[in-house]
C-alpha cells in the first residue's frame, strides 16, 4: 500500500475511543511528540509551529520543571479546543509564583490569582459571570498544585464539583508543597521523605496509610469527567483536555508532575520518571465519566517500582547501605493492587 | 502611563527575563555515525536513504544510495550485509532488513528506468580501469562522476568479473546485473572486452591515460597436492562456476564431493545439488563454527540438503570413491591429523580452496611491491607506481563484493585529488551512535498483524517470492522501522518536552535550533531524544 493509500485509510477510519493518532507502520516516530510522516492535522498540538504557548519563557521554574511542562501541555490544547476563548483562574503556588514576579508573567491568556484555596470558587464565579454576560463560549480552567487542590483548596473544589459548575479544574500534581520547601501533602506517597516527614526514626520519610486519592474522590462526585494524566503521554493528555473542553460542567484532570526539587532527581530525569511512574502502575492513567471508570491506559513495559524509586533522593533511605527497606515490597504491593483495579496489564497479551 | 493605586510598575512579559543564564550544560544538535554505516565496506549513508525510503520517496532514496554504491540491485541480493550484523535495532525486535530494502530500491531503479546523470563538466583526464567487476564498476562509475574519460578494459567476453563468473545465477539473476552495467556504461563509461591488459605500463602509454585502477579478480583456483588415481575427476570450484556461464554445463555425476570450507564451496555444493547431484557433501578440515563461509549460506545449504562432512581431509581421490582423515582439534584451534580414515563414495570432487589473481600484467613496473600474491597499496590505494592504483581482490582484504564496490569509491576519490595535484582527505568520522545514545521508549514495535509478512520480507529468498503488490508494503514497512540512529528525524520531542520553551522549530526539513537566551540546560531534550542527535556539553566561563 502507498503512503497515500494510507493517508486514505486514516482519513475514512475515524479515532476509536481511547486512540489518540491513527497510526500505521510509524515505528518510529508513534509515540513522538510530533511525526513527519502524519498529517499535520493529526500530530499533537506540541507539535505545532503556531502553538500558543500559553506559558512562555523567561519563566523562573526550576530546570526541568515537570509543572511547567504539564501546564503548557493542558493549556496549549486547550487553547487550540476553545480557540483562545480561554480564562485560566490559578490556585497560589509553584505554578503561579514562578510564573508572575511582579511585573512580568509568563502567561499568554487573561489569568487571575486569588487565593491558595479558593481557585475552584474563584474560576465558578468567573464562568458565571461568563454566562451571565452571554459569552458562554469563553471557557474556563482553575488549575493548581496538589496542595492547594487536595488540601487547602479541597472544599472550594468539592463545592464546584457538586454544583457541576462549567469549569475544567486541573491538578499539577508534584506530590508536595515544593514552592514552601518541600513539605508533605495529602498526595506525598508513603515513604517519600519531605521537610515535614524527614528520613528519621524507625520508618522514615511519610507514614503508611494515609492520604487521599482526589481523582476517586473526584469520579465518586459523579461529574462528567474525571481523568488522570502524565507529561510522559503527551499524546494521551492532549485528547483527554480536548475532551475535557468538549463537555460542559465539572471537570477534573489531575497530571502526574515530578519535580526534580523535592523529588531529588536529575533535571533530565523528569519525563523518565513521569514514564516510570505509569509503568510501574505507581500512577494510574484512567478516565471516568459520570462516576464510572470508562478507560485505564495499559502498561506497555511493566517495571518493578525499585526503578521508579531509585533516581529519588526522597526514596533515598529505602535503600541505604545496599539493603532494601521492607516497605519497598508494600510500594510495589500498592503498584500491584492499582495494576489489578484498574486493569493496567492484559493478561492473554503482553504485546502492545 | 497612568498605575492603578499602588501599582508602580509597567506589565511586562517574563521574556525580559534571560533564564538563559541559570544554565551550565548546554544542548547541542550532533550528528552520530549509526552503526550500520559504520559497519559498510562500501560506505554507504543507509540511515541516509532509509530516512527517504519511510516517506515513500523511492528514487530519492536510490539517488542518496548510488551517491555511494552505483550497484544496489545486485547488493540487495549478494551482499553478506554486516549493517545489519550492527543494526541497533536487533537489541529491540530484530534488525532492520536494509538488504531486502535496498534490493527493493535496485529492482525499482530498474523497473523504473531511473539513470545517472553524465557529470556536468568534463576534466580532460583519461583512466584507465582493468577489469569489469565491482570494484572496476564502481571506480568507473565514481570517476565518471567527477568527470574524467573512464576506459574499462576487461579480459571477459561479458561484464561483472566473478558475480558473473563466481556467484551462481540464484543468488544474482543476470538480467540484474547487465541492467547495472548498462546504467554505468550510458553514463559514457567506455567497457572492452575481450582486452586483457597484458602490461599495465605499455596500454597506459599507448592509450595515453593520466591514471589506472587495477581491479583483477581471483579467478584463479588454488590447488592443493592431492593423490589421484587417473580416472579420478578432480576438477575446481573457479572452473566449475565458470563453466555454469557456458553452453556446456559441468558434469559433477550423482556424488559430489567439495573440498573446502568458504563460500565458494557452499555456492559449489548448492550448485551441483541444483545441476541434479543426489549427494553434495562439503569436507571441510575444521569444524562449523570455524568455517569462514557465512552462517546463513550454510543453513541455506544445509537446508536444501547439502551434507557437511565437518573435522576431515581428503587423502587420496579414487574413481568413484574418496578416502578422508579425520582430524581433531588441538588447543590452539588447529587441525591435527587423527590416523583414522574413512571412504566416501563420489563421483567427482570439487576443489574450493581460495583463488589468487592472475598479477602478470604488473610484470616490470617499477616501485610496484606485491606480497603474498597481491599488490601492497598505500591508505589512498595507489601502489609503488605512481598513478597505478588498485583494489578489491588484488590487494589485501577481505573478498566480498561489497568490499570491493567501496574499494572502488575510495580509489575513485583519491584518483580523482591525485589527477589535479592534491590529495583527498576523508571529512573525521562522527562519534558512533551506540545503543546507549539512543531513548527506545519513543519506537513502536511492530503491530502483530504485520508481524508475519514482516518475517517473510527478511526472508531473503522468499522474499523474491512475495508478490509485486505486497513488496512495496514490505520495503516501506522495513524502511520505517530504522531508528534513525544518531541524526534528527525531525520527530519534535525536543520541541515538545522543552519546559522553556527554548527549542525553536524552523519547519519540515530544516530542523530546530536552541534559543540559548532561554534554554536553563535542564538535559530534558538530550535525554527524551529517541535517536541521539543532541549532546549536552558542559558551559565555560
Not at chain 2, 585502477?213 to 576438477?235: C, S, W
Not at chain 2, 575510495?410 to 551506540?434: Q, V
Not at chain 2, 508481524?451 to 529468498?461: D, G, M, N, Q, Y
Request: hydrophobic letters at 40%; charged letters at 25%; a negative charge.
Amino acid at each position: 500500500m502507498s503512503p497515500i493509500n494510507e493517508a486514505a485509510d486514516r482519513n475514512a477510519a475515524p479515532l476509536a475511543p481511547g486512540e489518540t493518532q491513527k497510526l500505521k507502520f510509524y515505528q518510529k516516530g508513534t509515540h513522538t511528540v510530533g511525526n513527519r510522516l502524519v498529517d499535520v492535522d493529526d500530530r499533537a498540538v506540541q507539535s505545532s509551529l503556531d502553538r500558543s504557548n500559553a506559558l512562555t519563557c523567561g519563566h523562573r521554574a526550576c530546570q526541568g520543571c515537570g509543572e511547567a511542562l504539564g501546564a503548557r501541555y493542558a493549556l496549549d490544547a486547550a487553547m487550540r479546543a476553545t480557540g483562545g476563548n480561554l480564562i485560566a483562574v490559578n490556585a497560589t503556588g509553584c505554578l503561579e509564583v514562578f510564573t508572575t514576579p511582579y511585573p512580568e508573567t509568563s502567561w499568554q491568556l487573561p489569568w487571575l490569582h486569588s487565593l491558595f484555596g479558593n481557585a475552584a470558587a474563584v474560576a465558578t464565579g468567573v464562568a458565571a459571570a461568563m454566562r451571565v454576560k452571554g459569552r458562554s463560549n469563553v471557557r474556563v480552567i482553575a488549575q493548581g498544585g496538589d496542595g492547594g487542590t487536595t488540601d487547602i483548596g479541597f472544599q472550594c473544589l468539592s463545592g464546584m464539583f457538586e454544583r457541576n459548575d462549567d469549569v475544567l479544574y486541573i491538578c499539577y500534581d508534584n506530590e508536595g508543597y515544593m514552592n514552601t520547601g518541600v513539605q508533605r501533602s495529602s498526595a506525598t506517597p508513603p515513604a517519600a521523605r519531605t521537610a515535614t516527614t524527614p528520613a528519621v526514626g524507625d520508618e522514615p520519610g511519610n507514614v503508611f496509610g494515609t492520604g487521599k486519592s482526589v481523582p476517586r474522590i473526584a469520579v465518586a462526585h459523579r461529574i462528567p469527567y474525571v481523568a488522570t494524566a502524565t507529561v510522559a503521554d503527551l499524546h494521551d493528555l492532549e485528547r483527554k483536555v480536548v475532551k475535557a473542553m468538549s463537555i460542559r460542567g465539572a471537570r477534573y484532570i489531575q497530571i502526574d508532575v515530578p519535580c526534580p526539587l523535592g523529588w531529588g532527581s536529575a533535571s533530565h530525569d523528569t519525563i523518565r520518571l513521569a514514564r516510570l511512574a505509569v509503568e510501574t502502575g505507581f500512577y494510574p492513567i484512567f478516565e471516568a465519566e459520570h462516576g464510572k471508570v470508562t478507560a485505564a491506559r495499559k502498561i506497555r513495559k511493566r517495571t518493578p517500582v525499585v526503578e521508579y524509586l531509585k533516581p529519588q533522593k526522597r526514596f533515598a533511605h529505602l535503600f541505604k547501605g545496599g539493603v532494601e527497606d521492607p516497605r519497598v515490597a508494600r510500594l510495589q504491593a500498592m503498584c500491584d493492587a492499582n495494576i489489578e483495579e484498574y486493569g493496567l496489564v492484559d493478561h492473554h497479551d503482553d504485546d502492545v | 502611563m497612568e498605575h492603578p493605586f499602588a501599582i508602580t510598575l509597567d506589565v511586562g512579559t517574563s521574556k525580559a527575563n534571560h533564564t538563559g543564564s541559570w544554565r551550565n550544560e548546554r544542548p547541542v544538535y550532533v550528528h552520530r555515525l549509526p552503526p550500520c554505516n559504520h559497519a559498510c565496506p562500501a560506505g554507504e549513508d543507509i540511515q541516509g536513504w532509509l530516512s527517504f525510503a519511510e516517506s515513500g520517496d523511492y528514487e530519492a532514496a536510490w539517488r542518496a544510495l548510488t551517491e555511494n554504491n552505483p550497484l544496489p540491485a545486485i547488493m540487495g541480493r549478494v551482499c553478506y550485509h554486516p549493517c545489519e550484523g550492527a543494526c541497533n535495532r536487533a537489541a529491540i525486535d530484530a534488525a532492520v532488513g536494509i538488504n531486502s530494502v535496498e534490493r527493493f530500491l535496485g529492482d525499482q531503479a530498474i523497473a523504473q528506468g531511473w539513470a545517472f546523470a553524465p557529470p556536468a563538466q568534463e576534466s580532460g583526464k583519461r583512466v584507465l580501469v582493468v577489469g569489469a567487476g565491482p570494484s572496476g564498476l564502481s571506480a568507473a562509475y565514481h570517476l565518471r562522476r567527477f568527470g574524467h574519460a573512464v576506459t574499462i578494459r576487461e579480459a571477459g567476453p561479458l561484464p561483472g568479473g566473478m558475480m558473473r563468473f563466481g556467484i551462481p545465477k540464484y543468488r544474482l539473476p543476470r538480467d540484474v546485473l547487465d541492467a547495472e552495467v548498462k546504467r554505468i556504461a550510458d553514463m559514457g563509461v567506455r567497457i572492452e572486452y575481450d582486452a586483457k591488459v597484458e602490461n599495465i605500463r605499455d596500454a597506459m602509454t599507448e592509450g595515453g591515460f593520466d591514471a589506472a585502477f587495477l581491479a583483477v579478480g581471483a579467478h584463479i583456483a588454488k590447488r592443493a597436492y592431492i593423490p589421484a588415481g587417473e580416472a579420478a575427476k578432480v576438477l575446481d570450484a573457479v572452473q566449475v562456476l565458470r563453466s555454469m556461464e557456458g553452453e556446456d554445463k559441468p558434469l559433477l555425476g550423482r556424488r559430489v564431493v567439495v573440498y573446502g570450507g568458504g563460500n565458494t564451496a557452499i555456492d559449489v555444493a548448492r550448485t551441483a545439488k541444483r545441476l541434479g547431484a543426489e549427494e553434495a557433501v562439503i569436507v571441510y578440515r575444521r569444524t562449523r563454527d570455524k568455517m569462514p563461509a557465512h552462517d546463513f549460506e550454510v543453513e541455506e545449504a544445509l537446508e536444501e540438503g547439502v551434507m557437511m562432512k565437518w573435522l576431515s581431509t581428503i587423502k587420496n581421490v579414487e574413481s568413484g570413491s574418496i578416502t578422508v582423515e579425520k582430524m581433531a582439534l588441538d588447543d590452539k584451534g588447529f587441525p591435527q591429523p587423527t590416523g583414522e580414515y574413512e571412504t566416501l563414495e563420489a563421483d567427482s570432487v570439487v576443489l574450493a580452496l581460495g583463488q589468487d589473481v592472475d598479477l602478470s600484467l604488473l610484470d616490470g613496473v617499477p616501485g610496484l611491491v606485491v606480497e603474498n600474491g597481491v599488490v601492497k597499496v598505500g591508505p589512498n590505494m595507489m601502489t609503488g607506481a605512481p598513478g597505478v592504483f588498485a583494489g578489491g581482490d588484488m590487494v589485501p582484504s577481505e573478498r566480498t563484493v561489497t568490499v570491493a564496490v567501496g574499494h572502488g569509491k575510495k580509489a575513485a576519490r583519491h584518483i580523482d585529488a591525485w589527477l589535479r595535484g592534491a590529495t583527498y582527505d576523508p571529512a573525521p568520522k562522527h562519534e558512533l551512535a551506540s545503543f546507549d545514545k539512543l531513548n527506545t521508549w519513543y519506537y513502536g514495535e511492530a503491530p502483530k498483524t504485520v508481524r508475519p509478512v514482516l518475517e517473510i520480507a527478511r526472508r531473503k529468498s522468499t522474499f523474491e517470492e512475495v508478490v509485486a503488490g505486497l513488496d512495496e508494503t514490505n520495503a516501506l514497512f522495513e524502511a520505517r522501522r530504522c531508528l534513525s540512529c544518531g541524526n534528527c528525524f525531525e520527530c519534535d520531542n525536543c520541541y515538545g518536552v522543552c519546559p522553556d520553551n527554548a527549542v525553536i522549530k524552523l519547519g519540515p526539513g530544516k530542523g530546530f535550533e536552541f534559543n540559548y537566551d532561554y534554554c536553563k540546560g535542564c538535559g530534558l531534550c538530550g535525554a527524551e531524544c529517541p535517536c541521539g542527535a543532541i549532546r549536552m556539553v558542559p558551559e565555560t566561563i
